[in-house]
């Protein structure tokens, strides 16, 4: 059971890097023994899910400013976004902080994700070249460079299990990694695979094929074979609904108990598939759609003239026990789904609550540890459970 994480909310403070104001959201106080120095109480995240709240904001010195993908590290004590003024930001979840600010001018950011060693993360490049490159944000210096892509790359995923990583790009190539060699130890060439990841065991890689609408699922050690399975989305949804499913995936991800493979898309639905059968379990719907993200595969290139979208990574995400799904409302809140639930006849699952958040929800992420959830677009918003709300 994750512990909660609990935060004094006072005060507004100014970022001494001025990045950022800090502001410190109006919220019930704790209860008496936590007020009186107790211990943070440990929940079960059935019990708290729809009293989370927004508590902390932390907003761009630079209005223009978004965030274009947020990342827990294994211990969830640091969150890492990556931001569309080629800048890196580092924040402290257990303080409610943020820590510290890394540029990235010459090369751009995107799909910034923490390896195995919280001082070290990895990023893709969004100018000059299409390297992946990988960053000590201790002394801001690169330990290595991941040459290879010849297109922008859509998709990172590191192994929770080794030092490997893939990689998509819009090159139609899917690459295996080792942190510690510059060369890739795999090689993929597939049609548009924009997303990929990897299952909670680290054995198997789900591959999405966005052109063909399917989900190709390899042997993490025989990649360079046939993929063992194959799920057709478009044919999945064609027996329950004449109506195509989205296209417009933006996010691939397992839950933690293996069984699910969650959709993300732009449009007014997710998909949660059975990642051994692949048969379409629920369609998680929305009222509203797009929050406005460009999907993978559709990044501008450096000169173009693309003016309106920025690049995303997804809004919406499982919570560490695999029960829920929780993704923005298009626009503003955030929306929560139980895959406990019974769908109806149409496969449609609604959401079971609706929390209200001032601010928009373009990028969706739950700490791995820890009772916190963590939303961005402009500003990146800490949310924690109303402890009054879950005692009541």
Not at 31 to 38: D, F, I, S, T, V
Not at 280 to 294: D, E, Q
Not at 348 to 355: A, C, F, K, T
């Amino acid at each position: 059971m994750p512990p909660d994480i609990n935060f004094d909310l006072l005060q507004v403070t100014i970022d001494a890097s001025s990045w950022m104001t800090v502001i410190e959201m109006s919220v019930p106080a704790p209860p008496p023994q936590l007020a009186a120095g107790g211990s943070a109480t440990t929940s079960k995240i059935s019990d708290i899910i729809t009293t989370f709240t927004p508590t902390k904001l932390f907003s761009p010195a630079k209005p223009e400013s978004s965030c274009t993908s947020l990342d827990f590290d294994a211990s969830g004590e640091f969150l890492l976004t990556a931001c569309d003024d080629e800048s890196l930001q580092l924040y402290n979840c257990k303080d409610g902080t943020h820590m510290k600010t890394l540029f990235s001018k010459k090369y751009g950011a995107h799909l910034a994700r923490f390896t195995h060693q919280s001082q070290s993360v990895i990023y893709a490049s969004t100018k000059v070249d299409d390297t992946i490159r990988y960053l000590s944000t201790h002394d801001n210096q690169f330990i290595r460079y991941f040459r290879g892509h010849t297109g922008p790359v859509t998709c990172l995923a590191v192994s929770p299990g080794s030092d490997t990583f893939i990689s998509c790009s819009t090159d139609n190539s899917m690459r295996l990694w080792d942190i510690n060699s510059s060369s890739h130890q795999g090689k993929l060439e597939l049609h548009q695979p924009y997303l990929a990841a990897f299952d909670p065991s680290a054995t198997v890689i789900a591959v999405a094929s966005v052109s063909t609408s399917s989900i190709l699922m390899y042997d993490v050690r025989n990649y360079d074979k046939a993929p063992f399975a194959t799920f057709e989305l478009d044919k999945l949804a064609s027996e329950i609904s004449a109506k195509p499913p989205s296209r417009q995936w933006t996010k691939l991800e397992f839950s933690n108990d293996g069984k699910l493979l969650l959709i993300g898309t732009l449009d007014f639905c997710h998909y949660l598939v059975d990642a051994f059968s692949g048969e379409l379990v629920a369609i998680c719907h929305r009222k509203a759609g797009s929050t406005g993200r460009s999907p993978p595969g559709q990044l501008p290139r450096p000169g173009q003239n693309s003016s309106t979208e920025i690049p995303g990574q997804g809004d919406v995400c499982f919570t560490p026990d695999g029960r829920y799904v929780i993704g923005g409302a298009g626009q503003q809140n955030l929306l929560i789904w139980d895959t406990q639930m019974e769908p109806a006849q149409d496969k449609n699952l609604r959401p079971i609550s609706e929390r209200e958040s001032r601010c928009k929800t373009a990028l969706v992420g739950f700490n791995p540890r820890y009772n916190m959830i963590a939303s961005a677009d402009r500003e990146v918003v800490f949310w924690v459970p109303d402890e009054h709300a879950a005692a009541a």
